[in-house]
């Protein structure tokens, strides 16, 4: 069983930065590929970012890349979201992911993961 707790979330504005956190419970974080989800209000989920269990290989929806980074650090058993240039449209409820695999392969669909955060509201005002 993994508990995930999201932070870091707030209102910006356009074009400001932002980081958001999540940590994870239990003792096999590295196990886990874990991955960023979003959903705005009458929306329905979608992927933003994941990343490996060793941090090697990342993958990020055409939306946001060049703009968002995700990163982990398993002596923490965080992940991160630097989100940079941001935009009205990023706004959304953010929620963490992980899904118990090793694979070179990253899940980009929420139905493939495991656990997930409460999530953690962006708001990014123009």
């Known amino acids: 069983q993994v508990q995930l707790v999201e932070s870091g979330g707030g209102s910006v504005q356009a074009g400001d930065s932002l980081q958001i956190s999540c940590t994870a419970s239990?003792?096999?974080?590295?196990?886990?590929?874990m991955g960023w989800f979003r959903q705005a209000p009458g929306k329905e989920r979608e992927f933003v970012a994941a990343?490996?269990?060793?941090?090697?290989?990342?993958s990020y929806s055409d939306s946001v890349q060049g703009r968002f980074t995700m990163s982990r650090d398993n002596t923490k058993n965080t992940v991160y979201l630097q989100m940079n240039n941001l935009k009205p449209e990023d706004t959304a409820v953010y929620y963490c992911?992980?899904?118990?695999?090793?694979?070179?392969?990253?899940?980009?669909?929420?139905?493939?993961?495991?656990?997930w955060g409460q999530g953690t509201q962006v708001t990014v005002s123009s």
């Open positions: 992911a992980a899904k118990l695999s090793r694979s070179w392969l990253i899940s980009t669909r929420p139905n493939e993961y495991d656990y």
């Open positions: 990343v490996r269990w060793n941090g090697g290989r990342t």
């Open positions: 239990g003792r096999t974080f590295s196990s886990y590929t």
